[in-house]
């Protein structure tokens, strides 16, 4: 196994983890709204949830901006 495909499961693994906390961060929100929580023992609430989430996906599209610069450049020279 190369570095490039390592990358691209390492971004695809990142990419499901932040949908994932996204999920979450929704279906606390909603569950908020009738009273419970879902994330009692975790101690984080949904707002922190969606913030974990993005940052997770601001450094998967960083990442992957680097890539396609990489193969620009490639293909300019």
């Known amino acids: ?3 490039g495909r ?6 695809r ?9 996204l ?3 929704g279906l606390e929100r909603f569950v ?3 009273g419970y929580t879902i994330l009692r023992g975790v101690g ?10 993005s ?3 601001l450094f998967v599209v960083a990442l992957l901006l680097r890539d396609v610069r ?4 490639k293909k300019h020279t």
Do not use: D, T
């Open 13 to 21: 693994f990142f990419f499901l983890i932040s949908l994932a906390l």
């Open 32 to 34: 908020n709204f009738f």
């Open 55 to 57: 940052i997770m996906i």
């Open 70 to 73: 990489e193969e620009l450049r």
């Open 1 to 3: 196994m190369n570095l």
């Open 44 to 53: 984080y609430v949904a707002g922190r949830m969606l913030e974990f989430a």
């Open 23 to 25: 999920a979450v961060a």
């Open 6 to 11: 390592l990358g691209v499961l390492a971004y």
